[in-house]
């Protein structure tokens, strides 16, 4: 298995440029997230799926759009980039337990983004 | 709001050493997560803390959480440099724990020889 894989893993963007990172997981869960991740700042939430046509907003939400198509894929959209959108971004996914609490998150390698 | 807050955020020790990063948080919970990060890679799952009282060890490091005091720790027993790392809890937003994770800052952990 694969786990979970993003693409792509470098990017380099201007300003009102938009782009569109892929997640994908191979592990049939359920719930698939996006964070992003700032020196100093920890993992932010900024999406995130319970399921195939799905979406709600975690922590920091603006700028960024979402969409759950299949299971397997999470896309994180961005419409018009701006600097401060320069980050590393995380895609994560998780399941239910058979006692019905979620378990760990399973990370992907990130995309780290840079706006110029 | 939840707030996770971990202490140290920085922490240089000497090999043999023992110690304890602890992790705060605001709200009532009841599970509690540790991840490791190396440096430019992605993040690894250490521990998984699903009770009051419940406490994991794998090899030197060593969790524990008390939902009452809202207080998590990771030990560290007779460091070594390969533990050398960013440590990072998380808990829940919200109840069953599927609508993603708030994260502390995370201990940024040097080990020297």
Request: glycine share 10%; hydrophobic share 30%; charged share 20%.
């Amino acid at each position: 298995n694969a786990g979970v894989t993003q693409t792509p893993k470098f990017r380099v963007l201007k300003t009102g440029q938009s782009m569109t990172l892929l997640c994908a997981q191979d592990m049939n869960h359920e719930y698939m997230y996006w964070y992003r991740q700032d020196p100093g700042m920890g993992l932010r939430l900024i999406h995130y799926s319970v399921g195939e046509g799905t979406t709600a907003k975690g922590e920091v939400p603006d700028g960024y759009n979402v969409s759950r198509l299949k299971k397997q894929n999470f896309l994180l959209g961005l419409e018009s980039a701006a600097p401060s959108q320069t980050s590393v971004y995380f895609c994560a996914s998780s399941y239910l337990r058979k006692d019905l609490r979620t378990d760990t998150q399973y990370f992907g390698p990130g995309t780290r983004l840079t706006v110029l | 709001e939840l707030k996770v807050e971990q202490n140290p955020l920085f922490l240089s020790m000497q090999e043999g050493k023992n110690y304890t990063i602890y992790c705060n948080y605001s709200t009532t919970s009841d599970r509690l997560y540790w991840y490791r990060q190396d440096p430019g890679k992605s993040l690894e799952s250490l521990f998984v803390l699903l009770s009051n009282g419940a406490v994991k060890q794998e090899g030197r490091l060593m969790a524990s959480l008390d939902t009452k005091a809202r207080l998590s720790t990771l030990h560290i027993t007779a460091a070594v440099h390969d533990l050398s790392a960013t440590y990072f809890c998380a808990t829940s937003r919200g109840g069953g724990g599927a609508d993603g994770l708030t994260f502390g800052k995370g201990t940024h952990l040097i080990i020297q020889p």
